[in-house]
């Protein structure tokens, strides 16, 4: 039985298409990986770059790609997340394949950040599937208003026809703007819309497990060093929610000092999938911003796996 909440509207409908979309988005980031590494050959290229990899991936995508091996790992078993880290750590120009296969150019503003509106190279435009995700995941609501609809598809379908064009499929070349034209006409009966929905309510539970516990490290550190120490603990944890985010920035009050690339890289998985931005609750009682800084050891349980010394947080206003 469809819950009351999940009764299909046109709005419902609307979000349902856009979460078709990112399946079709998934697809795409797949046959982007396999231009650069075939399915057979993925091992191998992960052994190379065990140590680059290792310091970015969570638990669970450590177990599918070095723990849990098969003959070879098809790319259907990989999700757009880990499409998405793959794609960047490995088919980046600047990581030599074993194959002698060149990479891809880098984002004109760079990996993890908004991509220049004039940039449509295939990594600006792989970002801009990592930000849809995001995005719908992080949507408030299992309903999308027309205009909003409107101006997501157009968007995301310009995306789609960019990569398509770069991946020169000779067989069918428009495989994916066919799919796009089908999913917005096609007509979608209330369970079919369930489904779809149910899917990004899954990752969106998968997320909110990821940023609570990353929130709940950090904040552990910073009571330990009397950041909260004006603040009544029910008000830290009122304020904490309104500060998670999904959005590529690190906004943990940085800059972090005395970091190495090494350094940066250990804590992609942390800058990468969520926004903590502490500013607004540190401050005293009677408002004063507070200034200084906050520094993590590195056998802290939130950074666990990372080759770092030290953390320093600056948190001056």
């Known amino acids: 039985m469809i819950s009351s909440k999940h009764l299909s509207n046109r709005y419902t409908t609307n979000f349902a298409r856009l979460c078709r979309l990112l399946s ?22 992960l052994d190379a770059a065990k140590a680059k990899l290792m310091p970015v991936l969570n638990l ?25 880290t793959l794609i960047r750590n490995l088919c980046d120009d600047t990581h030599k394949l074993k194959n002698g296969q060149k990479g891809m150019k880098s984002p004109q503003n760079g990996w993890g950040k908004i991509p220049f509106q004039q940039d449509r190279s295939l990594a600006a ?9 995001n995005e719908t995941c992080h949507h408030e609501k299992d309903s999308v208003m027309d205009n909003d609809f409107i101006l997501a598809w157009n968007k995301m379908k310009k995306v789609v026809e960019d990569i ?33 929905i149910e899917e990004i309510e899954n990752m969106k539970r998968e997320q909110e497990c990821l940023e609570e516990k990353i929130h709940k490290g950090v904040r552990e550190e910073l009571s330990k060093c009397h950041v909260f120490q004006d603040l009544p603990a029910p008000e830290v944890l009122k304020a904490l929610p309104a500060h ?9 009050g940085a800059p972090i000092v005395d970091k190495s690339e090494d350094e940066v890289l250990a804590l992609q998985p942390y800058l990468l999938e969520i926004s903590c931005d502490f500013h607004d609750l540190l401050k005293s009682a009677n408002g004063t911003p507070r200034s ?4 993590i050891p590195p056998q802290t349980s939130l950074f666990s796996g990372c080759q770092i010394k030290n953390i320093t947080i600056d948190f001056n206003k």
Not at 66 to 82: A, E, G, W
Request: one cysteine or more; glycine letters at 0%; a neutral charge.
């Open 24 to 45: 079709v988005c998934a697809e795409l980031l797949r046959d982007v990986l396999r231009r650069y590494i075939s399915e057979v050959a993925l091992y191998s290229e």
């Open 60 to 84: 669970s995508q450590k177990d599918i790609l070095y723990q849990n091996r098969k003959s070879f790992l098809p790319y259907d078993d990989l999700d757009i997340t880990l499409l998405y």
């Open 125 to 133: 435009n792989i970002e801009r599937i990592r930000f849809f995700r």
């Open 164 to 196: 398509e064009k770069k991946l020169n499929n000779q067989i069918d070349p428009t495989k994916y703007v066919d799919i796009l034209k089908e999913i917005k006409e096609i007509s979608m009966d209330p369970e079919e819309s369930q489904k779809y």
């Open 244 to 252: 998670l985010a999904s959005t590529c920035d690190n906004k943990i």
């Open 292 to 295: 200084g800084q906050l520094r």
